[in-house]
C-alpha cells in the first residue's frame, strides 16, 4: 500500500470519526421531550417552594451574565374576568364577566428587556438553529452535555435582526413572535432551576387588576393614567418609568402589548374556552396596550388577537418563526406557577408557538 493511498485511508476514517462525533453531538442536542425531562429534573431539585405561605419576591441576575429581573408573589384567588357591560368603550369578547380562580404565581416585576433576552439570543453555549429548529451550526457549541446547549434559538438571521437591539437597555423587547418568548422562558428556566413560562389570560388579568374592579387598576378615569402607564407617546420607555399597580407591577397598562398563552375565541367567556392552550397559530391572545395605543386599549379587560399581516414585511420564505416584522409594540412578561407542571405540559406550553402559517 503506498503512502500516498494510506494517507487517504487515514483522513478518510478521521472525516468519518469527525461526522460521527458531531452526529452524537447534534443527537444529544436534541430539543424534545427528553430534553424537557432534564429540566424539570433540574427543576425539582432547585425550586424548593411549595407553599403559598413561603413565596417571596425576589431578585436574581441570570448566571454568567450582567442581566437582572425581578419576580413579584401573587397569592392566588377569585376575581371578576372581563368588562361590565356599562364599562365605557367596551368590546363584545370582554364579556360576560365571569368568576375565575387563579392559582398562585411569581410575575414579572416588569416586561422583559432587551438586555435579558439577548443572552439568550446570542448565547455561545446555546445552538443556532434553521428556521424549522434544525441544528444549524455546531461552531459554538462546547457542552453537548448541557441542556442549556440544546435549546432551541432563532436562526443567524434571526439572531442577527433581533441583536441589533442589544443596545437597549432596560427597554422592552417588541417584534418577537409568541415563539421566541416561550423558547426565552425554556432557556431561563435551564439557567435558573425554576419554571418559567407566558402567563394564561386569566393570570395577566388577574395581576393586572391587583385586586381592582375599575377599568384600570388606578381606577376609571383614563385622565389619571398619564402617572401609571406609557401610551399615546412615539416609541417604548424603559421598562417601570411609571409607578406600579398595587401588587407592585410595572407597565401592566401601556409600555408594550403582551403575549399570553391562549388562543383567542371571540366568545371565550361563554365557554371552558377560556382555558384552552392555543394549537393554530392564529389568533392568539396579547393585552394591556402599548406606548402606541390609546387609553381605551389600555384597559384592564381588553384582549387582543395576533393576525399573519405581524409578518407581513419579513423578507424570509417561508416567514420566520422568531420575529414579528410589523409588530413593534408587542413584548411579553413571564410567570413562574408555584405547581410545578408535567414535562408534557412544559413541552406544550414552550413549544405551541412553532406551528406553520395555516
Same mark, same amino acid.
Request: aromatic share 10%; net charge negative; proline share 7%.
Given at each position: 500500500?503506498? %503512502?500516498?493511498?494510506? *494517507?487517504?485511508?487515514?483522513?478518510?476514517?478521521?472525516?468519518? +470519526?469527525?461526522?460521527? *462525533?458531531?452526529?452524537?453531538?447534534?443527537?444529544?442536542? &436534541?430539543d424534545d421531550i427528553n430534553l424537557t425531562k432534564k429540566i424539570r429534573a433540574l427543576i425539582l431539585k432547585k425550586s424548593t417552594v411549595s407553599e403559598e405561605g413561603k413565596m417571596k419576591d425576589y431578585h436574581a441576575v441570570i448566571s454568567k451574565t450582567e442581566a437582572p429581573y425581578d419576580m413579584v408573589a401573587i397569592k392566588g384567588g377569585e376575581f371578576f374576568m372581563g368588562s361590565p357591560d356599562d364599562e365605557k368603550h367596551r368590546e363584545n369578547d370582554e364579556g360576560p364577566q365571569h368568576k375565575v380562580h387563579v392559582e398562585p404565581f411569581w410575575m414579572g416585576k416588569y416586561e422583559v428587556t432587551w438586555d435579558q433576552i439577548i443572552n439568550y439570543v446570542l448565547n455561545k453555549n446555546t445552538a443556532y438553529r434553521t428556521r424549522n429548529g434544525a441544528l444549524f451550526s455546531q461552531? +459554538?457549541?462546547?457542552? $453537548? =452535555? =448541557? $441542556?442549556? !446547549?440544546?435549546?432551541?434559538? $432563532?436562526? /443567524?438571521?434571526?439572531a442577527h435582526s433581533l441583536s441589533s437591539n442589544s443596545n437597549q437597555k432596560g427597554f422592552p423587547v417588541v417584534g418577537i413572535s409568541q415563539h421566541t418568548a416561550s423558547k426565552y422562558c425554556q432557556w431561563l428556566s435551564a439557567k435558573t432551576g425554576h419554571y418559567y413560562r407566558l #402567563? !394564561?389570560?386569566?393570570?395577566? /388579568?388577574?395581576?393586572?387588576? %391587583?385586586? !381592582? #374592579?375599575? !377599568?384600570?387598576? +388606578?381606577?376609571? =378615569?383614563?385622565?389619571?393614567? &398619564?402617572?401609571? %402607564?406609557?401610551? =399615546?407617546?412615539?416609541? $417604548?420607555a424603559k421598562v417601570g418609568s411609571k409607578i406600579p399597580n398595587p401588587w407592585k407591577l410595572y407597565d401592566m397598562h401601556g409600555n408594550v402589548m403582551e403575549w399570553c398563552l391562549n388562543q383567542y375565541y371571540p366568545d371565550a367567556y361563554r365557554s371552558d374556552?377560556?382555558?384552552? #392552550? %392555543?394549537?393554530k397559530l392564529y389568533p392568539r391572545v396579547f393585552r394591556g396596550g402599548s406606548w402606541y395605543d390609546y387609553p381605551e386599549n389600555l384597559r384592564s379587560s381588553a384582549r387582543f388577537y395576533s393576525e399573519k399581516n405581524f409578518k407581513q414585511d419579513d423578507p424570509l420564505s417561508p416567514k420566520s418563526y422568531w420575529h414579528l416584522s410589523n409588530a413593534p409594540w408587542l413584548g411579553f412578561r413571564i410567570v413562574r406557577p408555584l405547581t410545578i407542571p408535567s414535562a408534557e405540559e412544559m413541552f406544550q406550553l414552550w413549544n405551541s408557538g412553532k406551528i406553520k402559517d395555516m
Open positions: 500500500m503506498s %503512502a500516498t493511498t494510506s *494517507h487517504r485511508i487515514i483522513g478518510f476514517l478521521l472525516l468519518i +470519526s469527525f461526522f460521527s *462525533h458531531f452526529s452524537g453531538q447534534a443527537e444529544e442536542l &436534541k461552531s +459554538s457549541i462546547n457542552m $453537548p =452535555d =448541557d $441542556p442549556i !446547549t440544546a435549546i432551541s434559538a $432563532p436562526s /443567524e438571521y434571526a #402567563p !394564561t389570560e386569566a393570570e395577566w /388579568e388577574y395581576a393586572c387588576r %391587583a385586586g !381592582t #374592579p375599575t !377599568t384600570y387598576s +388606578s381606577g376609571n =378615569d383614563a385622565n389619571n393614567l &398619564k402617572k401609571y %402607564a406609557v401610551f =399615546d407617546v412615539n416609541q $417604548p374556552a377560556s382555558s384552552i #392552550p %392555543a394549537t
